[in-house]
């Protein structure tokens, strides 16, 4: 079965700044997606971005992107310029090229932006 | 467009009381889900329907059971609450290889 681990429980960043969210998967597949979510108190999931596995170039939304090392089973978001209202939890989850298209998610950073 | 809704959104039982959670999508999307947030556990995988007329189990599926009455709508039933079963719910659903979509979650506690 795949697991995906956050190893960062929590982290902090200072308004303006960068801050790299870290995310490990294991798997058997070599094709698949992965995904980070953000969840603000709102409860609300919110698609951040997405990469496709068998795209070497890394996924960019806006601030947003990510450092995808295949190889290393390792999906990074880092968060460029910083705003207050990127505080949230954030979660990284995979899907297999299954036809069932099932998320499995890791269990979360709590990221706090300080004015 | 609703994209995905819920129902309730809060909710309290009483241990072994029953009650279904309602989900409906209006995006025409094939599959949908049933997921479940604890603290510190992230989202599990309760049920999943990956086209009407199929259930699947999740990661979780004890104490639970599914309807999915038509495309549109796929229900979450408990039959006899248990305080384990104190959680957020969410449902969501996908077209095919696209992005799930998340209801805004159903806040559930049993005494």
């Known amino acids: 079965a795949q697991t995906v681990t956050q190893s960062q429980p929590e982290m902090s960043v200072q308004e303006a700044e960068t801050v790299t969210l870290s995310c490990t998967y294991d798997?058997?597949?070599?094709?698949?997606?992965l995904f980070w979510y953000k969840q603000p108190p709102s409860r609300q999931m919110i698609l951040v971005i997405r990469?496709?596995?068998?795209?070497?170039q890394n996924a960019t939304e806006n601030r947003f992107s990510v450092n995808f090392q295949k190889a290393a089973k390792s999906f990074s978001l880092k968060i460029s310029d910083s705003q207050l209202g990127d505080a949230a939890m954030y979660f990284c989850a995979y899907r297999g090229g299954g036809s069932n298209y099932k998320l499995t998610f890791g269990k979360g950073t709590l990221l706090t932006v300080n004015p | 467009n609703a994209g995905v809704t819920q129902t309730p959104k809060f909710q309290v039982l009483k241990t072994g009381q029953s009650m279904t959670l309602q989900c409906a999508q209006d995006m025409n999307h094939n599959s949908m889900y049933w997921y479940r947030q604890d603290p510190g556990m992230g989202l599990r995988l309760i049920y999943y329907?990956?086209?009407?007329?199929?259930?699947d189990k999740g990661e979780v599926p004890n104490g639970y059971n599914v309807s999915r009455l038509n495309k549109r709508e796929f229900s979450l039933r408990l039959e006899s609450a248990a305080p384990s079963q104190t959680s957020v719910y969410f449902c969501a659903s996908t077209r095919t290889s696209d992005t799930q979509y998340f209801g805004p979650g159903t806040r559930l506690t049993v005494l």
């Open positions: 329907s990956a086209s009407e007329g199929t259930t």
């Open positions: 798997t058997s597949e070599s094709d698949y997606y």
């Open positions: 990469q496709e596995a068998y795209k070497q």
